[in-house]
């Protein structure tokens, strides 16, 4: 019995060595060969060494095929834990509170529930959130990170210090920031007056966002962000639910009346980041604008915008013709530069252990 058994630990032991070594990832190190250009920000976000398993890197969330968003209803974190909220595009971050409206100060409109309004203190939080990367403790990532050569050399190169604090969570936060500002659009939309160069269809679309359905209360598609800083309506209850399992601002403002009102998003790139709401619920635009058109359900906090003038929700009943324009307009806030722009991409060298 005792030979049998042996036999087989010594056969698991094999098989599993065996995969292993058959396991593309198993015989691979991502790696970074030459610091010379590189953003500091732009290696911190795309290496999986910044969660606590070296399995989570911010990239994987916010993948850059889809403008820096998931394709997932909900992301996989650190030990295959999903996320609770889908994942937004991250891009005109910087546009939103510094460009366009020097010295505005924005209030809470970072994240779908607004918990944060500091670009630079958002980018520690994935980092410690117990679904997405794990760290439990910052100063122990500052250790591992300077055990690492390319980071000693891209810190030095920054900050030029070589003392025992060269890598700190505050000089994470900030490289993470700086290159996460950087990620901006350019679009279509952005290069017309009004109108000028848009398709047949596009225009239609247009008119209809603009005018008919006024789908711009809520949306200002010539702003980066998607609303005004003056907007003190930068979030919305839509009538997804009758009752709201996730709360949002409610959760964080604790008043009921914020219950079920998330970030109103911004429509830069709205054609990637599929899917739709804050939980992902809506897999394409269709199914968005058909939400709009009969499916907004009676909530106490429904957004006035989206009410009839008896104070129920509104049925925009669109057509299949408009609904098909409203989407053609939508695609051409679609900045395919975005996506392939080598500035922005993995800088990560996969070599062979």
């Not at 403790?137 to 604090?165: H, V």
């Not at 848009?198 to 809520?218: I, M």
Request: charged share 20%; net charge negative; aromatic share 10%.
């Amino acid at each position: 019995m005792r030979t049998n058994i042996l036999i087989l630990v010594a056969s698991l032991a094999i098989a599993f060595t065996s995969c292993q070594k058959s396991d593309p990832e198993f015989n691979q190190v991502r790696t970074i060969e030459n610091i010379d250009g590189l953003h500091t920000g732009r290696v911190l976000f795309y290496d999986k060494q910044l969660s606590v398993n070296n399995t989570t890197a911010c990239a994987s969330c916010h993948r850059q095929q889809f403008a820096f968003a998931d394709n997932v209803s909900l992301s996989t974190g650190f030990n295959n834990q999903r996320t609770l909220r889908n994942s937004p595009p991250i891009q005109n971050l910087r546009n939103d509170n510094e460009i366009f409206f020097p010295g505005f100060t924005t209030g809470n409109l970072l994240f779908w529930d607004g918990r944060e309004s500091n670009l630079t203190e958002m980018m520690l939080q994935p980092m410690v959130n117990h679904r997405e990367m794990g760290i439990y403790d910052l100063e122990a990532l500052c250790d591992k990170l300077e055990s690492i050569d390319y980071y000693q050399e891209l810190f030095i190169r920054d900050y030029g210090d070589t003392s025992a604090n060269l890598i700190t969570p505050g000089r994470i936060a900030e490289q993470l920031s700086s290159f996460v500002s950087g990620i901006t659009t350019f679009n279509k939309m952005d290069n017309t007056m009004f109108g000028m160069n848009l398709s047949p269809q596009e225009e239609l679309g247009r008119q209809l966002f603009f005018n008919k359905y006024d789908c711009a209360s809520c949306h200002h598609v010539t702003q980066f962000s998607g609303y005004l800083p003056q907007d003190t309506n930068a979030f919305a209850n839509i009538g997804l639910d009758v009752v709201y399992e996730d709360k949002g601002l409610g959760a964080i403002s604790h008043n009921a009346k914020d219950n079920g009102r998330f970030r109103i998003p911004s429509l830069k790139n709205i054609g990637l980041t599929a899917p739709y709401m804050h939980d992902g619920r809506f897999s394409t635009l269709s199914e968005v604008i058909d939400h709009y058109s009969h499916g907004i359900v009676n909530h106490q906090n429904l957004d006035n915008r989206l009410k009839n003038q008896f104070g129920s929700s509104a049925k925009f009943n669109i057509t299949d013709h408009e609904k098909s324009a409203l989407i053609s307009f939508l695609n051409s806030f679609t900045d395919f530069n975005l996506i392939t722009n080598p500035a922005l991409s993995d800088p990560f060298v996969i070599k062979s252990k």
